[in-house]
């Protein structure tokens, strides 16, 4: 109980320092990255100084980022009314290219540069070079998610330089990001602003005008029987279930197959993204059977967001920082070197993918991958403050498309494991050839007129 109340007051000073400090506001830092870094900063201090805080005051937090992060993707898609694959693929097309050819190019520059340059210089395993992606396309949720598979991998440390990748993108996505916006504004690239607006006062403090409160969500059942939040729960609960049910015939089949079993392949694969497919199997359900609808998508995402706020507390306050300073050159170089390739996909990609608002399309896009899918709105909203131009529909849909594999999804779990097995060069080869695919669609679907 003590650890849980400490991680709720650090997330209340968190967002008060949010509130207050301009700085905070102007780098759309979420307030439970604020009170992560708070939290590591009390407890480095602490732990260097001398001081004993007793263990009860952080007992189980670092157990919390790889139990939360199965609740936050089980939530996935729960709730979300599944369009047909056909309207996704038209409204968002060129978009989940674009996507997949940045997501994967993560991969190239940080898998490469850890085999050609850093690895040599630094010692370092070829699975340093996941971490770009993993903190940069991942987030704070997947990197502190993938926690268990570096340490089955024997590499621990992992978790914390992902971690750190993840912090440092997000707050790059938005530097960077706004730089871009002034010199696209100036060029002349963005069509609905002359030049790039402030964010009004109630959004950067992060508080939503009396007025324009929308509700939180809406209740399918009444509390005489059930409380319409607990049985979003149970739907969680069911989804996880589910995914455990995947993992345990992954195992299963893994053990009858002597190639998988010598190189633990599907036991080493984390269960947070089977908690997806399990809430996509639950949703398909729903949509088919259920005539109540009893799944509400505004109440999914509360218990989501919820849990990822606490996920990021407990996984920034805990990373260890001596082991980031031990490697925190090379990690600084692949930082860069992502931001550096989330740059270049702006500059010069996006024109040549996008019939039209190229730069908001693209803009929404790095906000993305570097950050959280936030941080690609609140990009986009600074250039299509209305979201007049498609970029915010083909943005919204690709992430449905999107997000199973990339992200936290299916490949992003894989790729650490055949990081740890097969070694860099494979995994390096299998990115550029999906980037390769990927540029082949555009073309093919530019040649028909598509998007």
């Excluded at 005051?57 to 993707?73: D, E, M, Q, R, Y």
């Excluded at 409380?227 to 893994?254: D, M």
Aim: hydrophobic share 55%; net charge positive; charged share 10%.
């Amino acid at each position: 109980m003590n650890s849980f109340i400490i991680l709720c007051l650090l997330l209340g000073v968190g967002h008060l320092v949010r509130m207050k400090f301009k700085l905070m506001q102007k780098l759309y830092l979420p307030s439970s990255v604020i009170a992560g870094i708070i939290g590591l900063i009390i407890l480095q201090t602490a732990h260097y100084s001398g001081i004993n805080i007793p263990a009860s005051f952080t007992a189980g937090w670092s157990k919390i980022p790889s139990l939360l992060i199965n609740v936050v993707f089980a939530c996935l898609f729960l709730g979300m009314k599944l369009p047909k694959m056909t309207t996704l693929w038209k409204r968002a097309g060129t978009q989940l290219c674009y996507g997949q050819i940045v997501a994967w190019g993560q991969y190239v520059v940080g898998i490469g540069l850890v085999l050609f340059f850093l690895g040599k210089f630094f010692h370092l395993p070829d699975m340093f070079g996941g971490i770009l992606p993993v903190g940069f396309e991942g987030g704070h949720g997947t990197a502190a998610g993938m926690g268990p598979v570096f340490v089955e991998r024997g590499w621990a440390a992992g978790k914390d330089f992902a971690l750190a990748s993840a912090t440092m993108g997000i707050m790059g996505a938005i530097i960077v990001g706004m730089i871009l916006i002034n010199w696209a504004v100036r060029r002349g690239y963005v069509a609905k602003v002359s030049k790039p607006s402030p964010f009004p006062e109630d959004d950067a403090i992060a508080v939503i005008p009396v007025g324009h409160r929308p509700p939180a969500g809406k209740l399918t059942v009444s509390s005489d029987a059930i409380e319409t939040f607990t049985l979003h729960i149970i739907f969680v609960g069911l989804a996880i279930f589910i995914g455990i049910v995947i993992k345990f015939g992954l195992v299963q089949f893994e053990s009858i197959i002597p190639f998988l079993s010598k190189n633990n392949l599907l036991s080493s694969f984390p269960l947070f993204p089977l908690c997806m497919m399990g809430g996509l199997l639950i949703q398909w359900l729903e949509d088919r059977y259920d005539k109540y609808n009893l799944i509400d998508y505004g109440i999914t995402m509360r218990i989501q967001n919820s849990a990822l706020d606490f996920l990021v507390v407990a996984a920034i306050a805990t990373i260890k920082l001596d082991i980031i300073m031990s490697g925190i050159v090379p990690l600084l170089i692949l930082v860069a070197a992502g931001i550096l390739w989330n740059v270049f996909c702006v500059l010069f990609l996006a024109r040549r993918v996008f019939k039209e608002a190229w730069f908001e399309r693209a803009i929404a896009e790095m906000g993305q991958s570097m950050g959280v899918t936030a941080t690609g709105l609140l990009l986009l909203r600074v250039v299509d403050p209305d979201y007049e131009t498609p970029a915010a529909d083909a943005f919204a849909c690709k992430q449905i498309l999107h997000e199973p594999f990339m992200g936290g999804g299916l490949w992003t779990s894989m790729a650490i494991p055949l990081l740890a097995v097969y070694g860099g060069l494979p995994v390096f080869f299998i990115a550029v050839s999906a980037i390769v695919v990927w540029l082949i669609v555009v073309f093919f679907m530019k040649k028909a007129s598509w998007g």
